[in-house]
């Protein structure tokens, strides 16, 4: 459970840095409006999307006798998939619809934030039982330490040939994309947790 669980966070980690929403992600909004706002949008709506639906999950998944069934549906359909869709849109309507793209983007983003919202309870109830509690600090320090270090050392250099040796709308349509490869991969470390009820 230690090392699959580190799979899930490092990989979730790393795939994130590659669509960074400090970065590339008001770099992508920029190419499709003028409009300060929406850039602005994007922490607002992963704020709100991540942290609202938390209030309204907690007390029915911690009544579920097994979290990771619930974690997984979430956070496979509701959380990664949209990064897979948001490529989808990119790559086919950037040029010719970018209000359509950016109304895509927005939304593909906040279904992200509100199922990963979902399931977040969820998912500590989870980890609370897998990891032993002497083990949780070395845990979480691993794994979002070396995702972080796989973001330094690769992401920032994947992000950076990308955008500029690939054409756009194909630079962000491939960003994303790899980055569900790698939100996926997070999600099969993920699926291989033994969790007792």
């Known amino acids: 459970n230690f090392n699959v669980n580190l799979i899930d966070v490092i990989f979730i980690t790393f795939g994130f840095s590659l669509i960074s929403r400090e970065t590339v992600m008001p770099v992508l909004v920029s190419t499709l409006t003028d409009s300060k706002l929406a850039i602005g949008m994007i922490p607002a709506i992963w704020a709100l999307g991540y942290y609202l639906p938390q209030l309204a999950t907690a007390s029915f998944t911690e009544r579920l006798r097994y979290k990771k069934p619930f974690v997984m549906l979430v956070g496979s359909v509701g959380e990664r998939f949209p990064y897979f869709f948001t490529a989808v849109a990119i790559w086919a309507f950037a040029v010719a619809a970018p209000s359509l793209t950016l109304t895509l983007f927005l939304f593909f983003i906040g279904m ?4 990963a919202g979902i399931a977040t309870p969820a998912w500590f109830d989870m980890i609370a039982k897998v990891i032993p509690v002497q083990r949780r600090g070395i845990w979480s320090g691993i794994g979002h ?3 972080a270090l796989l973001g330094f050392l690769i992401g920032a250099y994947v992000v950076a040939q990308v955008l500029e040796n690939v054409a756009y709308p194909n630079n962000f349509a491939l960003l994303f994309a790899l980055a569900f490869v790698f939100v996926m991969i997070s999600w099969a470390g993920l699926s291989l947790t ?3 009820p």
Request: hydrophobic fraction near 40%; glycine fraction near 20%; proline fraction near 10%.
């Open 112 to 115: 992200a934030a509100f199922s």
């Open 145 to 147: 330490g070396v995702g």
């Open 194 to 196: 033994r969790e007792p």
